[in-house]
Every structure is written in structure tokens, then in C-alpha cells.
């Protein structure tokens, strides 16, 4: 590697102060990790979560088949006929960086996908569609797979440790950005890289990483997903052909949390007797931006007392964070929608079921009805005690003041309730596409998928 010069190596007025705390070798150490984890250190529980993370990842995917931004993606880079478009691209039809792009973006498309706090994104998104990809092309069990998945998991989780909450507040939509590290190491486990060629794989995505959370509420934002699963399968794959990259780019100067953190901590030890970051996976129940979701179940909590049309003023108290990502004020589209506490606190308030896909359309947005109650609701930030936390106070017409709040933040402590509330999800939302059927045939693969010799069958089901 060829050292800066002196004049290279001078910090900028505007340096991330904190990027010095990173070990030199902390790059390294992560690929050392992923090249060295096999199945056998992979608890029954991560296997569980990853399974529940596959079959929400391929229900939400499925589910947004007739999207537009699918379509278009679809008829740039797919194989499918212009008179349908597959539920799920093929690798072997499509290629593999096509079918990772394509099912990337249709996995975000609806914004119904999982959620990692401490990755401050959606962890499935990049890593299922480029792990699948690789597992369409390659002898690769189903017990492979999954544990490709808790290894994505698991370094888009402590990467985003690292840069904490700057890189997000700086703009930076994380599920593109850090989804790409994620979805590289996921390739590079399936593909069996040793220490050296991950280390040069985490530095192509490094070099790749990019979305802006500007791009929310337009197809932009799902493309971020797409991208960062292409990308990140592009770095694995090429590295496994030898091809080069800074081993230090995550540390390094002018490397990844130089220039996309304020302040960054240092890179801890992986130790997963402590459990694997797939077993914090928050999964999604309503159709929006998950920091809406706390905002809608504390209305649920005062619907049985009221309704919309008793409303005189709501108040909604949520970290400030929450403004610069979900407070679009006056939607007009449906995309918009899914970004506006507001508009979905009055849905919520009137009985809406905001899990339904079809909620959210551009018609939805204008009603008048819910344009003139979210005039009345207005938005605090507030120092909570949960970042995912949120607090409202609704004051009726005949004069009382209600109020209730929820944290949607927390992993669920119960994985068999998990199981039967992500089963249900995914049949509202596939099986009005695969058909009862179908359905029921997918689901009965991702079950039994860490027993499988193969995503064969699983992949059957979608030709």
C-alpha cells in the first residue's frame, strides 16, 4: 500500500474527530471473523432468526411484484417478458447481479421489510437478495444460506455501531450504505474467502456504499437496497478472483468512517456467546417507515375510546431524529405517505388497517377527510428515553385529554409468537400473488430450509 504524502495526511477542518479511534486492522479483524465462522459456531437461535428474517424478506419481495420501480428495473435489467414480471428474479435466468439488484429494490419497494437499530436500517434487504443470488449458482446448503444471513446480519449491525447515529443524522441512508458491507460478507461465506480476500471484499464495498436518505419517499430510496445487494455481491465475487482493495478501508484515513462519520467508536471484540445481531431483528407490522410504528400503536391504544371524527388536536412526541426521516407534513403521493407520522397517526386514529399495501396510494394521500385532520396534529421532538419511542396527546372536542405511548424497539422475546404473527403477515401479502397454494409450499420450504441441501426447491416455487 502506498502511504499518503505529507500533504494527504493532513486532517481536514472538518475530519471526523473520531475516526482515530479506530484500530488500525479493524477492517481485518471482521474478515478474519467472517471467513473463519462455520456452522457448527452458529447458535439454534441465530438459525431460528434467520429463518423468520427469509421468510419476511421473501414475502415482502413477492408482495411488491406489481410495483412500478419493479417493473422498470425488471424490463431494464430482468429476463422476465413484458407481459409479467417474475415474483422473485432468477439468478440463473437473469444473472446473479441482476437478480440481487432487482430483488434488492422489489425487498424495499413497499418499506415493509425488517429493521436493525443498531445498524440504523433494514438488515435483510442487501444481504438475502445477493446471498440468494450466490446460492442459485453454487452447491450451497440450506444451513449455508441462513448462516450467509446472520454474517450479513452481523457486520452491517457492528459496522453501524461504529459510525453510531452521525453517519445516519448526516444523511446517509444506511441500508444502501452499510447494506453493501453486509451483503459482500454474505457472499464472501458462501463463497469461503479466507481472511485476505473478505478483507479486499469489505473494501470494495466500502469504495461502493452509497444512498441518501434525501431519496425517501421516491423509488430512489428502495434502489439503495438494490444497489447495495449488486454491489456488495460484485465486491465478493471479484475479490475471489483476486481482485484488490484497501484491507483498511473502514479505518483508515480518508477511508469509509472518515468520510461518512462525525464521530466514530472503536470496532468491539465479536464474542457471540453474547447472541448474534439477527436475534435483535425487529420485524415490521405496518406498511410504513418503522419510526412511524410506535407513533401508530400508541393511537391504537386510544382508539376504543375515541374516534377521528372526536378529535379537536393531536399531539405527537417522538425523538428529533424522527424529523428529518418521517415527518413529511403534507403527502401527496402514496410512497409519501408511508413518510408521514402525521397522515398515518389520523389513519390509525379513524380504524385504518395500515398493513395493507393498498392503503397507500396517491389517491389515499388527498383525501380530503385526512388532509383537514392532519392540519390539526402536530409534531415535538422530544428527548425520549427510546430512540424508536413515541408519546401522543389527543385532546377531544368535548374537552378531554388522552394520552398513551409505545416503543416498537424492542426484539421480541417470544420466537414462536414471532413465528405465527410472520406467517401471517406473509400470507396477507404472497399469497394474493403465488396463490394459496404456492403459499403454503414457501412456507413450508423456509421452514425446513436450514435442513435443506438446497435452495432448489425454495426457488422452484417462483417459476
Given at each position: ?27 481485518r ?23 423468520h ?5 421473501l414475502?415482502?419481495?413477492v ?42 429494490a ?5 418499506d ?82 479466507d ?12 469504495t ?40 483498511d ?37 405496518h ?27 393531536l ?10 426521516v ?55 421532538p ?25 416503543n ?56
Amino acid at each position: 500500500m502506498i502511504a499518503p504524502t505529507s500533504s494527504d495526511s493532513r486532517p481536514a477542518p472538518d475530519a471526523a474527530v473520531g475516526a482515530s479511534s479506530l484500530a488500525e486492522g479493524s477492517t481485518r479483524r471482521l474478515a478474519c471473523w467472517i471467513a473463519e465462522l462455520d456452522n457448527a459456531a452458529v447458535s439454534a437461535s441465530a438459525f431460528e432468526w434467520a429463518t423468520h428474517a427469509t421468510l419476511d424478506w421473501l414475502a415482502v419481495t413477492v408482495a411488491a411484484v406489481s410495483e412500478p420501480l419493479v417493473r422498470m428495473l425488471d424490463e431494464e435489467y430482468g429476463a422476465a417478458s413484458s407481459d409479467r414480471v417474475s415474483p422473485l428474479c432468477d439468478a440463473t435466468r437473469g444473472g446473479a447481479w441482476a437478480a440481487a439488484l432487482i430483488n434488492g429494490a422489489a425487498g424495499h419497494a413497499l418499506d415493509f421489510d425488517d429493521v436493525s437499530a443498531r445498524m440504523h436500517g433494514h438488515p435483510s434487504a442487501p444481504v438475502l437478495p445477493a446471498a440468494l443470488a450466490v446460492a442459485q449458482l453454487l452447491p450451497v446448503s440450506g444451513r449455508d444460506f441462513l448462516r450467509a444471513v446472520v454474517v450479513g446480519h452481523e457486520v452491517q449491525a457492528r459496522i453501524g455501531e461504529v459510525l453510531g447515529g452521525s453517519h445516519y443524522a448526516r444523511g446517509f441512508h444506511a441500508t444502501g450504505t452499510l447494506g453493501t458491507f453486509g451483503a459482500a460478507a454474505a457472499v464472501a461465506a458462501l463463497l469461503g474467502l479466507d481472511e485476505t480476500r473478505t478483507a479486499h471484499a469489505l473494501g470494495l464495498a466500502a469504495t461502493q456504499a452509497a444512498g441518501l436518505k434525501s431519496m425517501f419517499g421516491t423509488m430512489a430510496k428502495p434502489l439503495h437496497a438494490g444497489k447495495a445487494a449488486m454491489n456488495g455481491l460484485m465486491a465478493a465475487r471479484l475479490a475471489a478472483r483476486g481482485f484488490t482493495a484497501n484491507m483498511d478501508a473502514i479505518e483508515c484515513f480518508q477511508g469509509f468512517a472518515w468520510t461518512q462519520a462525525d464521530e466514530v467508536v472503536a470496532l468491539r471484540p465479536i464474542d457471540t456467546r453474547e447472541g448474534f445481531a439477527v436475534e435483535q431483528t425487529l420485524f415490521k407490522y405496518h406498511a410504513s417507515c418503522y419510526l412511524t410504528h410506535s407513533t401508530i400503536e400508541a393511537v391504537r391504544e386510544l382508539r376504543p375510546h375515541l374516534s377521528l371524527d372526536d378529535m379537536q388536536s393531536l399531539e405527537i412526541a417522538v425523538p428529533p431524529g424522527h424529523l428529518s426521516v418521517c415527518d413529511i407534513a403534507e403527502p401527496d403521493t402514496g410512497l409519501c405517505m408511508k413518510f408521514s407520522i402525521r397522515h398515518l397517526a389520523v389513519l390509525a386514529l379513524d380504524g385504518a388497517d395500515t398493513a395493507a399495501l393498498d392503503l397507500y396510494t396517491d389517491r389515499m394521500a388527498g383525501q380530503p377527510r385526512y388532509v383537514q385532520a392532519r392540519a390539526r396534529v402536530r409534531v415535538t421532538p422530544t428527548d425520549l428515553a427510546h430512540k424508536h419511542a413515541a408519546g401522543v396527546t389527543l385532546r377531544t372536542r368535548d374537552g378531554r385529554t388522552l394520552a398513551a405511548q409505545a416503543n416498537v424497539g424492542i426484539a421480541a422475546t417470544d420466537p414462536a409468537a414471532q413465528w405465527r404473527r410472520l406467517t401471517q403477515k406473509a400470507r396477507a401479502i404472497a399469497a394474493p400473488v403465488l396463490g394459496e397454494s404456492r403459499f403454503e409450499r414457501l412456507h413450508a420450504q423456509v421452514a425446513a430450509l436450514a435442513h435443506a441441501p438446497s435452495v432448489a426447491s425454495l426457488m422452484e416455487i417462483f417459476q
